[in-house]
């Protein structure tokens, strides 16, 4: 690999705006939490340790399926050092993330789903004495047949594992049709019709999840705990407990990685807290390795059939897209992932016509949820590797075929969603100059090809996961005399850098540095509400809160400043720590007498800021998952070596452009690309959440493959390849000095480039992802003997889709409504404040 | 009366030098020096990710080389060396391998940083000028999820450049 350093080539123009030029936007620096974190003072949930402090281990289930017949706890409960049993009748009340699919419940009563579902907890005074504890729960089971994938679930309606839901085994059945798609395919000159499978994998975060719980000296419950939704996790525990939410306070540990996976409400975390009220003494638990894998929530595998209508010169004339996915045994985000997987298609390119089936059964595994990317991942793939073959049966280049039909800026899509900036073709153009494109693409020697792909994500989910009209963040300022500030906001630090994006954002409005201001995050007792750090929403929602915030407390300094020096307060600048008069140099008072001095005015100086969606005009049912403030864009050429002799592939080199508005610390929004572009491979390359039945002799039993970092394949540093990150900045107004996201969008073209790329090198085609070496040698057979060239599923089952709700797209004179559906027209919520920079 | 089971007695003890201060401390036999360092020592810098060697956020230096301390038992370390993160820096002023990762991007969660750290110190201390290969291969053994390594590599290559300079300026 050359020694050339990967250098990204960050924007130089200077980041002109309303205020001058900006001192710490834009700016690459140190982020806040920098210095804890290399010195390893972090604290991470599992680093607390408090006096009397007692430990908590769950028994989980061997079975994959089970009723349980009897469950006796009496030895463990004499064992030397066991203060306390607890099992499913303690904490029998229903949770789960999504209030349409409560279907989840701390122990199992009687019901068990999945390899590693709960059961018991014991609570003991050391971690040892409650893992040998375990061992002393007396359970009689009684096995039920185990359903391993949804074709299985759905030629099987019994037993079913849970009684909500569509019938049998299939949780969730969506049809939409946006225009009349039949048609469109009537019209087009080619139709292209490709089945592709999406492999699950998890979010393998190295910190495993933990938590303490401690009931107050004062009595209230106080729980921390490495979850990326503190406010999520406070409404289920109040559920649960039956106790008044405002006597229950989460603290969001900074998470050692989350990617989606500490995003539900968690069996572990309502038994310590159970636990902890019962005993009054601190209680503990962290999760093994192993159990991580139990826990999942990742990326749900997906089946996908895409049928697409194109033009000879490559415009979409329509598509319809049908999603199986395997939810595994709980509802979790599942219903949204479902929606998700048939959102974002019309973001990128025009779709003029679009019809989207969608189905969700459940299975017996660890439930899937959502992983960085959440649902729009799968179908990407699909998408973009379709694209490609209709690139060359059209005789097109995928990079100009990709020009010809990108989506323009602020369209309203065939379903309703309302993208933001499109920066889409910029891009790719940069991508495309960058990696020298055009003298590679089919013109390498065997063996090396260049794939390229591009995708949309959005910068927010646009609705709360409870339908509510509150905001979506909510930020608290207070200065104080000596010239700090204190930021309260209930955003979560999980490694993404949103500590760092409220500082930031806090000292450029003010004046001053990060240094001088001071985070209280992801503290439901501290903070106002933030959702969480999910769909990429924190930066855009909590950054705008805290503009506003900040903005309201300037606003009150500077009237206070321009009234002691008398100078129109128009005039005031605010840098530095100062707040002085440009034009009268001598006019300057320091931050801290500012505040003092708005302190006299005012009394004390405090604020608040808040940020709430604007409404979306997708008003059909199941508009809800996929409209966002706006959308980011990314476009990836990937460079792959394949040896024709053993399959291996290696990726030397990738280039990624970005649509990010503004990085608002660059850094940190390269490590984010990179970050992406890594997960990316390793979902591409090597990660698989896969399971296999043990041998009849044995159980029969469906068990993970791999429920450990010594079989599960993540890339290590000898695996990354160099990578040229483009961030294009072209502020989008909707976000905070115009930024957009990055967290998760990069992921999302890496897996369909290097397919495309594996192409281009031996001209197989991988339907299916992982893309190993053996799907390679058995593609390459095919081809040496004469039959198609490549490896994936090759049908797609029938399945009963329920009628579709029909929705006329905009440019048909639709209103965002169905028409075979009752109106349902959102009630006009009062205009919110303009937000910011106002 | 709630009894103490023996096995969790702390009946072991050793004496060892851990960040160059001479340690004693007693601790159940069965203990790995990962869980006397972050239980019995209050050393929570260290992490652990997944109990089987795999994914490297234990590794301290013991005699100076990195192991993972999740498969070394305490009672292997009666007088030997340790350094864990918490050992890094020196006279209140980070480690020049810190303040890289610091302002570099090469922490995004932390949570591997302090194995990451002590491994990238072992191999400036045994090669002050090592390729961009050479630090991937030094770095093999500790897995990240966050950051795609790219910045930890760029943060190894500001620091050993750093550690020459101090060392021509200190001569």
Redesign the interface.
């Known amino acids: ?1 050359a ?1 050339q ?2 250098t990204a080539t960050l924007p130089a123009k200077d980041a002109e705006t309303k205020q001058g030029k900006l001192r710490v936007i834009g700016v690459p620096r ?2 806040v ?12 949930a ?2 607390i ?1 408090l006096p009397r402090m007692v430990h908590c281990k769950l028994l989980r289930s061997p079975h994959p399926h089970a009723r349980i017949k009897k469950i006796d706890v009496s030895r463990a409960l004499v064992h ?4 306390l049993v607890l099992t499913g009748k303690d904490l029998s009340i229903e949770y789960g993330i999504l209030p349409i699919s409560q279907d989840e419940q701390a122990l199992c009563l009687d019901h068990v789903r999945h390899v590693g579902d709960p059961i018991a907890a014991v609570i003991a ?2 971690e ?2 409650a893992f ?1 504890a375990l061992d002393l729960i007396d359970v009689e089971y009684e096995l039920l047949t185990t359903i391993s994938d949804p074709e299985e679930a759905l030629a099987t309606p019994e037993p079913r594992i849970h009684d909500y839901g569509e019938e049998g085994n299939v949780h969730k059945r969506v049809a939409l049709e946006f225009g009349n798609v039949e048609q469109s395919f009537a019209e087009a000159d080619e139709v292209f019709e490709d089945v592709f499978f999406y492999q699950g994998s998890t ?6 999840h933990a938590a303490v719980a401690i009931k107050d000296p004062d009595g209230k419950l106080t729980i921390w705990s490495s979850t990326q939704t503190p406010h999520y996790l406070h409404r289920a525990l109040a559920k649960v407990l039956e106790m008044p939410a405002a006597h229950i306070r989460v603290i969001a540990t ?6 989606g996976g500490k995003s539900d409400p968690f069996n572990h975390e309502i038994v310590v807290a159970k636990a902890a009220l019962v005993l009054d003494r601190p209680v503990k638990i962290c999760l ?2 192993e159990e991580v894998f139990y826990c999942h929530r990742g990326r749900h595998p997906v089946l996908m059939k895409f049928k697409t209508g194109v033009k000879r010169d490559g415009t979409i004339t329509g598509m319809h897209l049908q999603t199986l996915i395997d939810g595994g045994a709980y509802g979790s985000y599942g219903v949204a992932s479902t929606f998700y997987t048939g959102a974002l298609q019309t973001t990128t390119y025009h779709i003029p016509r679009y019809r989207f089936q969608g189905c969700r059964a459940f299975t017996n595994k660890p439930p899937c949820g959502p992983k960085r990317g959440h649902g729009t991942v799968q179908p990407r793939f699909g998408q973009e590797v379709q694209l490609d073959k209709i690139a060359e049966k059209l005789a097109i280049d995928p990079a100009e075929l990709r020009l010809r039909i990108v989506e323009k800026s602020d369209t309203v899509t065939a379903n309703f969603l309302r993208l933001g900036t499109v920066h889409l073709a910029e891009c790719i153009r940069r991508v495309v100059k960058s990696s020298g494109w055009h003298d590679k693409f089919r013109k390498l020697p065997e063996g090396r090809g260049v794939g390229l792909a591009c995708s949309a994500y959005l910068t927010g989910a646009g609705l709360p996961i409870y339908w509510n009209k509150m905001p979506h963040s909510g930020v608290q300022l207070k200065l104080d005399r000596g010239g700090g500030i204190a930021v309260f906001c209930g955003a979560t630090e ?4 949103s500590d760092d994006v409220l500082a930031g954002i806090v000292a450029e409005v003010l004046g001053v540095s990060t240094f001088d201001i001071r985070l209280f995050t992801g503290d439901t007792d501290l903070g106002p509400v933030d959702l969480g750090s999910y769909s990429s929403r924190v930066t855009l929602m909590a950054g705008n809160a805290a503009i506003q915030a900040a903005e309201r407390a300037k606003a009150m300094l500077a009237e206070a400043v321009a009234q002691q020096l008398e100078v129109p307060k128009e005039n005031l600048t605010f840098a530095d720590n100062r707040v002085f008069d440009e034009a009268a140099p001598d006019k300057c008072v320091t931050f801290a007498e500012a505040v003092c001095m708005a302190e006299a005015m005012f009394g004390t100086v405090g604020t608040v800021g808040s940020y709430t969606p604007p409404k979306s005009p997708a008003l059909y049912k199941g508009g809800g998952v996929g409209p966002s403030p706006t959308y980011s864009y990314t476009a990836a050429v990937i460079e792959v070596e394949v040896s024709p002799t053993t399959g291996w592939i290696t990726v030397p080199k990738i280039w990624i452009a970005h649509d990010i508005g503004r990085a608002l610390n660059p ?2 929004a ?2 984010q690309v ?6 990316g491979l390793g979902e591409a390359l090597m990660e698989e959440q896969e399971f296999r039945r043990l041998p009849k002799k044995l159980s029969h039993a469906l068990v993970h493959k791999f429920p ?3 079989e599960y394949k ?1 890339p ?3 695996d ?1 390849p ?2 040229f990150t483009e961030l294009i900045e072209e502020p989008d107004p909707r976000g905070p000095f115009g930024a957009k996201e990055v967290g998760q969008g990069p992921l999302l073209p890496i897996m369909p480039a290097v397919a495309n790329a594996v192409y281009d090198a031996v001209g197989v085609r991988i339907d299916e992802v992982p893309i190993t070496p053996e799907k390679i040698m058995k593609a390459l057979a095919e081809k040496k003997a004469g039959r198609a060239p490549r490896y994936g599923p090759s049908h797609f089952p029938n399945i009963e889709w329920p009628e579709a709700l029909r929705v006329p797209p905009p440019w048909e004179g639709g209103d965002g409504n169905a028409v075979n559906e009752p109106a349902r027209r959102a009630k006009p919520r009062p205009e919110k404040e303009k937000v910011h920079n106002s | 009366m709630i009894t103490l089971p023996t096995e969790s007695e702390k009946t072991s003890r050793i004496r060892m030098t851990l960040n160059g201060e001479l340690t004693d401390v007693s601790f159940a036999p069965y203990k790995t020096l990962l869980e006397v360092l972050r239980e019995d020592l209050g050393h929570t810098g260290t992490k652990h990710g997944c109990e089987l060697g795999e994914c490297g956020a234990c590794a301290v230096l013991l005699g100076g080389k990195p192991v993972l301390s999740c498969l070394v038992l305490a009672l292997e370390c009666d007088g030997a060396n340790v350094l864990t993160v918490e050992g890094l820096g020196a006279d209140g002023k980070l480690h020049p391998l810190q303040d890289a990762f610091a302002d570099l991007g090469a922490a995004q969660c932390g949570y591997c940083t302090p194995a990451i750290l002590v491994t990238a110190k072992a191999l400036l201390d045994q090669n002050p000028r090592p390729s961009r290969d050479e630090i991937r291969q030094a770095l093999s053994g500790n897995l990240c999820r966050c950051t795609g390594y790219l910045q930890i590599f760029e943060a190894v290559e500001e620091a050993m450049v750093k550690i020459a300079n101090q060392q021509v300026t200190a001569t």
Do not use: C, W
């Not at chain 1, 210095?35 to 991470?44: D, L, M």
């Not at chain 1, 979010?203 to 495993?208: K, S, V």
């Not at chain 1, 990179?674 to 997960?679: C, F, I, L, T």
């Open positions: 690999m020694d350093k990967s140190r982020r939490d920098a210095r804890a974190k290399v010195t390893g003072q972090t604290r991470f599992d680093d340790f030397p050092g066991v203060y005074r050391e040892l004495t040998e979010h393998l975060p190295i910190e495993q900074p998470n050692g990685g989350g990617f093994t390795r999980i490694g993404q850098g850094t940190l390269r490590g990179e970050g992406s572009v890594y997960m450990s970092m010594l993540s290590t540093s000898l990354m160099e990578v």
